[in-house]
T-cell receptor
Framework: LAKTTQPISMDSYEGQEVNITCSHNNIATNDYITWYQQFPSQGPRFIIQGYKTKVTNEVASLFIPADRKSSTLSLPRVSLSDTAVYYCLVGDADTGFQKLVFGTGTRLLVSP | EAQVTQNPRYLITVTGKKLTVTCSQNMNHEYMSWYRQDPGLGLRQIYYSMNVEATDKGDVPEGYKVSRKEKRNFPLILESPSPNQTSLYFC??????????????FGQGTRLTVV
């Protein structure tokens, strides 16, 4: 059972910043928050992971407030190639971290 | 290059004809797992393996078998495929339990059609 809630879809234009928020009210103390990207008919690809505050890499930033009940994936200056489904996941402590529990994800469409 | 390789990429088969989808990783990862992806249902875990000779059921194991005789390989076996197993399958591997603070690597997928 997925423990995250995300918007089903978002639209943007090239060059804009996109922020996708994920709700995870029941996140456990030792859970990490991870985001994956998936293109049609391809396997999910790891984007970024964090525990608290802010994490930044060459692709995205992840903002996590102090209560950790939500997180925001920020994609700077998106391009057409960023059109994909984005999944927010939290570590499933109930199963000893043996699985990735994927929700429905957010379908991002970037237009010219 | 770090990668997870699945074969075949596409397969059409008939009901009841045994088939195996292979998965191999070159990263010396302990953890491997299989997922299926269906429209409206998302990605669901079929089986996972913590290491050689250590496997366990995921959320939807019925109709599937796996084995882990070598660290790098984790084949998915359908002894008697049925049309409801028509799906897109992904193999994944990671260095620790998937779901913890680690990165999982996914294969390119196998699209299976059972007629």
């Amino acid at each position: 059972l997925a423990k995250t809630t995300q918007p089903i879809s978002m639209d943007s234009y090239e060059g804009q910043e996109v922020n996708i928020t994920c709700s995870h009210n029941n996140i456990a103390t030792n859970d990490y928050i991870t985001w994956y990207q998936q293109f049609p008919s391809q396997g999910p690809r790891f984007i970024i992971q964090g525990y608290k505050t802010k994490v930044t890499n060459e692709v995205a930033s992840l903002f996590i407030p102090a209560d950790r009940k939500s997180s925001t994936l920020s994609l700077p200056r998106v391009s057409l190639s960023d059109t994909a489904v984005y999944y927010c996941l939290v570590g499933d402590a109930d199963t000893g971290f043996q699985k990735l529990v994927f929700g429905t994800g957010t379908r991002l469409l970037v237009s010219p | 290059e770090a990668q997870v390789t699945q074969n075949p990429r596409y397969l059409i088969t008939v009901t009841g004809k045994k088939l195996t989808v292979t998965c191999s990783q070159n990263m010396n990862h302990e953890y491997m797992s299989w997922y299926r992806q269906d429209p409206g249902l998302g990605l669901r875990q079929i089986y996972y393996s913590m290491n050689v000779e250590a496997t366990d059921k995921g959320d939807v194991p019925e109709g599937y078998k796996v084995s882990r005789k070598e660290k790098r390989n984790f084949p998915l076996i359908l002894e008697s495929p049925s049309p409801n197993q028509t799906s897109l399958y992904f193999c994944a591997s990671s260095s620790t339990g998937q779901g913890s603070n680690t990165e999982a690597f996914f294969g390119q997928g196998t699209r299976l059609t059972v007629v």
